[in-house]
């Protein structure tokens, strides 16, 4: 091999020798950010927002899940089922276009935090800020609050 093709290769390699926990980190964080996207359009975009389907909605909700709810000062905790029952029946088509950017997940070992911003008929009406933990199973939401955007 010649000089200037190792001289290639070590430049390459050597970084990843050198830190091989790093760059291993870096790619499970980037796959827990893919995989927590995935959890949510499923689950919530999809599930709550659009078709309803309560397998999608409980696959990707924690049954312990919470969501916190800012009433005149005082917090309402909302479980998943009791937010399942006040959903329109499966299958029922939305009245709106409904869209979604999930800006920021940060991934912290098991524990994770997404904000979710979605839109109803390219308006801004929500930001949620979902928190996460990595179960046997995968990742599942397991609490959110929420602003209304005005």
């Known amino acids: 091999m010649r000089r200037s093709s190792l001289l290639a290769a070590a430049a390459i390699l050597l970084p990843l020798a ?11 964080a980037a796959a827990d950010a893919e995989a927590i996207r995935r959890v949510i359009v ?19 909700f924690h049954p312990a899940f919470v969501m916190k709810v800012l009433q005149s000062d005082s917090v309402v905790n909302v479980t998943i089922e009791d937010w399942i029952a006040r959903m329109p029946a499966p299958g029922t088509p939305s ?56």
């Open 18 to 28: 050198l830190h091989p926990a790093e760059t291993a980190a870096g790619q499970s």
């Open 42 to 60: 499923s689950a919530y975009v999809e599930g709550i927002h659009k078709n309803g389907s309560r397998e999608d909605i409980r696959a990707g």
């Open 95 to 150: 009245r709106r276009a409904v869209t979604h950017r999930i800006p920021d997940v940060s991934v912290s070992g098991s524990a994770a935090v997404a904000r979710v911003e979605i839109m109803f008929d390219g308006r801004h009406v929500y930001t949620d800020y979902m928190s996460l933990y990595r179960f046997a199973e995968g990742w599942r939401i397991v609490a959110k609050i929420y602003h209304t955007e005005p």
